[in-house]
């Protein structure tokens, strides 16, 4: 399985680059087969099926929110009922902020044996006066980053 995580810290953009990957895959023809995609932003756990790049059949699993051990073992159930999945989209806190160690144990990942790339967010830190533009330029340049990994090997369904 090839997993892609969407790192860092409380309230950097995780969720909503999560929601938005979804939604494109959607329009890419990757059905919903478990779970939902809410209409409006909110956390949420979703199967996607559909064709990659190479015309070979995927199943990816998203999930947005790894906020609290409970959290997490709540996705560790809704994954272990789907485990059959070719990819893993999901968030996860940056380095050594709680629970990032639990959800990696929870979730029974091996950074060193499991395919796994890590894209890390961080925070706007500019007067608040000062952040749209900063905001609005962060948001497209992780955006193009993110469709870009998705694009290429070893995901290959953006």
């Avoid at 995609?37 to 070979?56: A, E, H, R, T």
């Avoid at 940056?94 to 639990?102: A, G, I, M, V, W």
């Amino acid at each position: 399985m090839n997993i892609l995580l969407i790192g860092g810290a409380q309230n950097t953009g995780k969720s909503q680059a999560i929601y938005k990957i979804a939604h494109t895959l959607q329009t890419k023809g990757f059905k919903v087969i478990k779970g939902s995609i809410p209409l409006s932003f909110k956390d949420f756990m979703v199967v996607l099926d559909g064709i990659d790049n190479n015309g070979k059949r995927v199943t990816v699993i998203i999930n947005s929110a790894t906020d609290t051990e409970d959290i997490i073992k709540a996705f560790k159930d809704f994954f272990d009922a789907n485990v059959r999945c070719n990819i893993l989209i999901t968030s996860v806190r940056d380095d050594d902020y709680y629970p990032r160690k639990e959800f990696f144990k929870i979730m029974k990942l091996n950074r060193q044996d499991d395919k796994i790339l890590e894209i890390p967010f961080a925070k706007i830190t500019r007067i608040k006066k000062y952040r749209t533009k900063p905001l609005k330029w962060f948001a497209d340049n992780m955006d193009n980053l993110i469709n870009h990994v998705l694009k290429s090997n070893p995901f290959n369904i953006g």
